[in-house]
């Protein structure tokens, strides 16, 4: 397949982006309580208690302020499972691109 071939119109990001058809949504994380617990504010307006799964524990070290991707329960609205964290170069892309929630857009 020669350069020619491709299809110019589908978009080409530098970052992951959360999956609106699995439920997932940006957040920034306000608070830590420990234990792997977080309050993240989510790009619907609502704060959640968020969970980091054991999985990622290890590999994702959080912050205040850190922009991340959650999934909420289904079961259980106010919380939700940290799946991701950006740096703050990948954030920085992300609010100059505009692709940020205007409510979550503290990277300008």
């Given at each position: 397949?020669?350069?020619?071939?491709?299809?110019?119109?589908?978009?080409?990001?530098?970052?992951?982006?959360?999956?609106?058809?699995?439920?997932?949504?940006?957040?920034?994380?306000?608070?830590?309580?420990?234990?792997?617990?977080?309050?993240?504010?989510?790009?619907?307006?609502k704060t959640r208690t968020g969970r980091i799964p054991g999985k990622i524990r290890k590999r994702m070290w959080m912050r205040e302020g850190d922009l991340v991707i959650v999934k909420p329960w289904s079961f259980q609205d106010e919380r939700a499972d940290v799946t991701f964290r950006y740096t703050k170069t990948q954030a920085s892309y992300l609010s100059r691109n505009k692709i940020l929630p205007e409510i979550l857009d503290v990277f300008k």
């Open positions: 397949m020669t350069s020619d071939d491709k299809d110019y119109n589908e978009e080409i990001s530098r970052v992951i982006l959360p999956n609106v058809n699995k439920g997932e949504m940006f957040g920034i994380v306000e608070k830590l309580l420990g234990s792997s617990r977080l309050i993240v504010m989510c790009a619907d307006g």
